[in-house]
C-alpha cells in the first residue's frame, strides 16, 4: 500500500510512518524539513498543505493518506491555526478527491468538543460547543467536520481523537512538565482530583493504522481512543516527578484564580504583540483543573482497538528514555 503522512516528521507523525515501514508499506512524508530520524528508504518532501499545487502532486498515485500536520499549541495567531488547520485540511481533501486516494485517515483531538467544563466519560455523541477558549480546538473542530463532510463513494474518511500523547520522544508534554519543575514553576491548578486520558504512542499509532484497515466501512465517523483508564492528572505527573528524582508538586492555585490569571495574561500579550506564549491561560487552567476523559468504547467495536502497551510498561520506557535520551 502506498501512504502520504503529512506531519510525517512530528511525535504522532513519525510513529506512524515508522509503523507502516515496518509493515512494509511504501511510505511518503510531507513535512517542512527533512527528518534524519525516520527510517532509510522512507520518500520525503519538503513542502506546506497550504500549497495546494505541491499536494496535488504528492497525493498522485496514493492507497491513503495520514493527515497528521497540524499547528498545535495553546498561543498564537488565529490566522495561523485557521490556514493550516482549516484551510491545510481542506487542501488535503481536495487533492485526495483530484487524485482519487481511495482513504483518508485524519488526527483531531477531544479538544474540538471542550468548552471550559469537565467531560467525563463522554462519547462520541457529544455536541461540539458554542465557544471555545483556544484556537487550537476551535480550527480542529472545523477541520474535523470537513473530514467527516467529505466522506463518501470517492473518498472514505475517519477522524481519530488521541488525547495526551506521551512516551518516548516526546517533545512536550512531558519536557515541558519537567523543564517547569526545574525552574520552580510548577503549580498545581484546582484540587487535584480532575481526572484525564492520555494515551501512550504505540497505542496512538496502532489506532491510527486500525482505522485505516477499517475504512471504509468506518467511514465518517470519529473515535475516542485512549490507554484504557483516566488518570489523576496530579498524581500521574507527580509520579513522572519522582521516577525522574524530582520532587512532587506542593503548591496550587484555585482554578477561578488561574482561569483569571490567564485572561488577565492574554489580554496583556495581545496587547503587546507578544508571541510567546503566556505562562497561563483560560484555556491552559482549564485543562490542568477540570477532568476530560472519555468512552473509547466505540473504537474497539468498530476499530478493534486495545493499547498494544500497559500504563505501567509505557511508564518504564518513558523514564528510561529520559535516563537515557540517546535511546528515546
Known sequence: MRTLVTGGGGFLGSGIVK??????????????????????????????????????????????????????????????????????????????LLSTVPKLIFTSSPSVIYGNSSLEGVDETTPYPENYLSEYPRTKAIAEKLVMEANGPDLATVSIRPHLIWGPGDPHLVPRLLAKADKGRLVRVGQGENRVDIIYIDNAVSAHLKACDALPSVGGKVYFVSDGEPVNLWQWINEVLKKTGRPAVTRSISYRTASGLGCFLEKIYSLGNIKREPPMTRFLASQLA??????????????????????EEGMNRLIQSLSNPQEG
Open 19 to 96: 509503523s507502516l515501514h515496518e509493515k512494509q508499506h511504501d511510505v511518503t512524508v510531507v513535512g517542512r524539513h527533512h527528518y534524519s530520524h525516520l527510517p532509510k528508504g522512507i520518500k520525503q518532501f519538503q513542502g506546506d498543505i497550504r500549497d495546494f499545487d505541491f499536494l496535488r502532486k504528492v497525493t498522485a498515485g496514493m492507497d491513503a493518506v495520514f493527515h497528521v500536520a497540524a499547528f498545535p499549541g495553546i498561543w498564537g495567531r488565529a490566522e495561523d491555526f485557521y490556514s493550516i488547520n482549516v484551510d491545510g485540511t481542506r487542501n488535503v481533501i481536495k487533492a485526495c
Open 290 to 311: 477540570t477532568s476530560h476523559y472519555f468512552d473509547s468504547s466505540l473504537a474497539k467495536r468498530d476499530l478493534g482497538y486495545e493499547p498494544v502497551v500497559t500504563a
